[in-house]
């Protein structure tokens, strides 16, 4: 992409709205515009990220053996009367009527809706185990939107779905979602703790939240040091196989988040030195609730004995759109941001230090098309602003590598090269600079 031709409508001015980083970073980079409150668009440098975020999500849910649909967003009142929910989610929930003067909401999550498409197809325990998800907009009319992102109104959920036929199996479902969430926020970088999270009227231990500390997060977390060390289950993790003894070294030392932080057991579990109190960022839930929506609903699937049962169901959510905003929280300085190479917008900017110096134009073209044909997807500042500016810029939207071309070191046969996160500039030749970022 060539930066006079893109739509990157930086802020110089902090704006005042702004609370945290990632809020104040996203509307000055250019990534975001608030249309009302906790509702926003995503102008074109904000969208390549969120897009970025969501594919590492569909990936490791492929690779967990979850399969993609797509639900509408608008969905029928009738269809939440049937488990009860309807009248429960209260103010929340954002009611529409139609022309036929039809009852609709704007889907907050999406467990009737799959109960009914499940129960209308699904009928045999041979067809068991099956996972659905789909990445699409919610609306939950929030009381307090803020933070950017990290508290929208409408925001952009990966939820999946899993229906097996008895609870056993079932808990397989939840450590095959446990393990793809473990892989897939250490993918963008980050490092997020699954923490005990209040449980369902099913009990025993079946809900999670995934945490990424940051200091501005909404929740207080505690829990024990060591987890921050624990290994990511590689890309060629066994789904079908025995994933517990993963789930139970993540959780056997002490995590939780305030509302169900318990001090006894945690003063007794962890030693002084390994205690840790924090803010964190829930990006993910895991959830297994068994019959909760398929008894009321009806969903039942016939064993092999013959006799009719409610399907066991669990419900996982990740926080796609949030995703951007925590990203930021856990990776940026001063000047901008510092996204990490999986989910950087670009994978890297070149900067024309004097756009229409033949030398300078035409080594930022042979830049441009090798670091594009190599995948790198650049974006290649070659407007007419003068270089400090351009510098700050790409400090701020924090690209992975910076290409410095400019007549002077031309002359001499070098460029420089950036790297955005520990900031040091290295002069190399044009080669070896491509070379570098190409790896
Ligand atoms: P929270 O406690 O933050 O309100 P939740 O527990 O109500 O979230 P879930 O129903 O578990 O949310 O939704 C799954 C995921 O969707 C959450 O883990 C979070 O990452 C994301 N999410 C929930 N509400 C919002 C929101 N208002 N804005 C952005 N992301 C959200
Ligand atoms: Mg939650």
Same mark, same amino acid.
């Given at each position: 992409?060539?930066?006079?031709r893109y739509?990157?409508?930086?802020?110089?001015?902090?704006?005042?709205e702004?609370q945290?980083?990632?809020h104040?970073?996203?509307?000055?980079?250019?990534?975001l515009?608030?249309e009302?409150a906790?509702?926003y668009?995503?102008? /074109?440098?904000?969208?390549r990220?969120l897009?970025?975020?969501?594919q590492i999500?569909?990936?490791?849910m492929?690779?967990?053996?979850a399969i @993609?649909?797509l639900?509408?967003?608008?969905?029928l009142?009738?269809?939440? =009367?049937?488990?009860? =929910?309807?009248?429960?989610?209260?103010?929340?929930?954002?009611?529409?009527?139609d022309r036929?003067?039809?009852?609709?909401?704007?889907g907050?999550?999406?467990? @009737?809706m799959?109960?009914?498409?499940?129960?209308a197809?699904?009928?045999s325990?041979?067809?068991?185990?099956?996972?659905?998800?789909?990445?699409?907009?919610k609306?939950?009319d929030e009381q $307090?939107?803020?933070f950017g992102?990290?508290?929208g $109104?409408?925001?952009?959920m990966?939820?999946?779905?899993?229906?097996?036929l008895?609870?056993?199996s079932?808990?397989k479902s939840?450590?095959?979602?446990f393990?793809a969430y473990?892989?897939?926020?250490?993918?963008?970088?980050?490092?997020?703790?699954?923490?005990?999270?209040?449980?369902?009227?099913?009990?025993g231990?079946?809900s999670?939240?995934?945490?990424?500390?940051?200091?501005?997060?909404?929740?207080?977390?505690?829990?024990?040091?060591?987890?921050?060390?624990?290994?990511?289950?590689g890309f060629?993790?066994d789904? $079908?196989?025995d994933?517990?003894p993963?789930i139970?070294?993540?959780?056997?030392l002490?995590?939780?988040? @305030?509302?169900?932080?318990?001090?006894?057991?945690y003063? $007794?579990?962890?030693?002084?030195e390994n205690?840790?109190?924090?803010?964190?960022?829930?990006?993910?839930?895991?959830?297994f609730?068994?019959?909760?929506?398929?008894?009321?609903?009806?969903?039942?699937?016939?064993?092999?004995?013959?006799v009719?049962?409610a399907?066991?169901?669990?419900?996982y959510?990740?926080g796609?759109?949030?995703? &951007?905003?925590?990203?930021? @929280?856990?990776?940026h300085?001063?000047d901008?941001?510092i996204?990490?190479d /999986?989910v950087? /917008?670009?994978?890297?900017?070149?900067?024309?230090?004097?756009p229409?110096?033949?030398?300078?134009d035409? &080594?930022?073209?042979?830049a441009?098309?090798?670091?594009s044909?190599?995948g790198?997807?650049p974006?290649?500042?070659?407007?007419?602003e003068?270089?400090?500016?351009k510098? &700050?810029t790409?400090?701020?939207i924090?690209?992975?590598?910076?290409?410095?071309?400019g007549?002077?070191?031309?002359?001499?046969?070098?460029?420089?090269?950036?790297?955005?996160a520990p900031?040091?500039r290295?002069?190399l030749s044009?080669?070896s600079?491509?070379?570098?970022?190409?790896?």
């Amino acid at each position: 992409m060539r930066l006079s031709r893109y739509f990157l409508p930086v802020l110089k001015q902090t704006p005042a709205e702004a609370q945290i980083p990632s809020h104040r970073l996203m509307l000055r980079a250019g990534m975001l515009r608030q249309e009302a409150a906790g509702i926003y668009a995503w102008l /074109p440098l904000g969208h390549r990220v969120l897009k970025k975020v969501e594919q590492i999500v569909r990936e490791e849910m492929d690779r967990a053996g979850a399969i @993609e649909l797509l639900m509408p967003t608008l969905q029928l009142a009738d269809l939440w =009367r049937e488990s009860g =929910r309807y009248d429960d989610y209260g103010k929340e929930m954002l009611r529409i009527t139609d022309r036929h003067d039809r009852e609709l909401l704007f889907g907050p999550t999406n467990e @009737e809706m799959i109960t009914e498409i499940f129960r209308a197809y699904v009928h045999s325990y041979k067809d068991l185990p099956k996972n659905l998800y789909h990445i699409q907009w919610k609306f939950r009319d929030e009381q $307090r939107p803020r933070f950017g992102v990290m508290r929208g $109104r409408e925001f952009l959920m990966k939820d999946a779905y899993s229906f097996d036929l008895d609870e056993e199996s079932g808990r397989k479902s939840y450590n095959q979602m446990f393990v793809a969430y473990l892989r897939t926020f250490a993918r963008m970088g980050l490092k997020a703790i699954p923490m005990k999270a209040e449980t369902g009227p099913i009990g025993g231990d079946l809900s999670h939240e995934f945490i990424v500390l940051a200091e501005t997060g909404e929740s207080a977390v505690f829990c024990d040091k060591r987890v921050l060390d624990l290994p990511i289950p590689g890309f060629d993790v066994d789904y $079908r196989g025995d994933l517990q003894p993963i789930i139970d070294q993540w959780t056997s030392l002490y995590a939780a988040t @305030e509302d169900v932080h318990d001090v006894a057991r945690y003063e $007794r579990e962890t030693a002084p030195e390994n205690r840790m109190t924090a803010r964190g960022i829930e990006v993910g839930q895991v959830f297994f609730f068994g019959d909760k929506y398929s008894k009321p609903m009806k969903a039942t699937v016939t064993g092999p004995d013959g006799v009719d049962r409610a399907v066991q169901m669990g419900s996982y959510g990740v926080g796609v759109s949030r995703l &951007a905003g925590a990203i930021i @929280e856990a990776s940026h300085d001063d000047d901008g941001i510092i996204w990490p190479d /999986p989910v950087a /917008p670009f994978g890297a900017g070149i900067l024309n230090l004097k756009p229409g110096d033949a030398a300078c134009d035409a &080594a930022c073209e042979t830049a441009y098309a090798a670091l594009s044909a190599a995948g790198k997807e650049p974006l290649l500042d070659d407007t007419d602003e003068r270089p400090g500016g351009k510098f &700050a810029t790409m400090d701020l939207i924090g690209l992975p590598w910076q290409l410095i071309i400019g007549p002077r070191g031309l002359a001499e046969g070098t460029v420089e090269l950036k790297r955005r996160a520990p900031g040091e500039r290295k002069t190399l030749s044009l080669e070896s600079a491509i070379q570098a970022i190409t790896g």
